[in-house]
């Protein structure tokens, strides 16, 4: 079923989105108002478990800090979505930039979502907790961590999906 957005009011296509978000809270797609964050959870937690050798992952409970899901062992996962080349969303809870202890591991993974405008998955990239300490970079105006994503990223870690 295609819409006709162009032939429809300001009001209706606000109206059209509402009730996409509330289906898709309703199918438990997503949970939250971020819809893109939300769309690259389920995406990533559905590939993982279709997909023999990645391990089989579980949402984490709403709130959870840090993570995104769980592994049936244990490890845990903090999964960011992002639609163009640029950074992933940041990473609270890691000292800052000008601080020099060692951060307490928040995760074991990070899974990088990569869709297309069209929210279609383009690309998957998994790094570990070292990975993530030595690719991280420090996003001034937020106070926190972040990831560029980059081609250079793309060489230097897991690509459990490519489009």
């Given at each position: 079923?295609?819409?006709?957005?162009?032939?429809?009011?300001?009001?209706?296509?606000?109206?059209?989105?509402?009730?996409?978000t509330k289906e898709l809270k309703k199918r438990e797609i997503v949970r939250?108002?971020?819809?893109?964050?939300?769309?690259?959870e389920y995406i990533a937690?559905?590939?993982?478990?279709?997909?023999?050798?990645?391990?089989?992952?579980?949402?984490?409970?709403?709130?959870?800090?840090n993570i995104d899901a769980i592994s049936r062992k244990g490890e845990r996962y903090s999964i960011k979505t992002i639609t163009n080349m640029g950074s992933t969303g940041v990473f609270y809870g890691l000292p800052p930039l000008?601080?020099?202890?060692?951060?307490?591991?928040?995760?074991?993974?990070v899974v990088i979502v990569k869709l297309t405008d069209d929210f279609e998955l383009e690309?998957?990239?998994?790094?570990?907790?070292d990975e993530f300490l030595e690719n991280k970079k420090w996003h001034s105006r937020m106070k926190a961590w972040n990831l560029s994503y980059s081609?250079?990223?793309i060489d230097l870690v897991n690509n459990i999906f490519k489009r």
């Open positions: 079923m295609l819409i006709d957005f162009e032939k429809m009011s300001h009001a209706e296509v606000i109206e059209c989105y509402s009730h996409t939250t108002k971020n819809i893109t964050g939300e769309l690259g937690v559905d590939y993982y478990n279709k997909t023999p050798n990645l391990p089989n992952l579980q949402f984490a409970p709403p709130s959870t800090e000008e601080a020099d202890e060692i951060p307490n591991q928040k995760f074991e993974y690309r998957i990239l998994e790094l570990t907790w081609n250079k990223l």
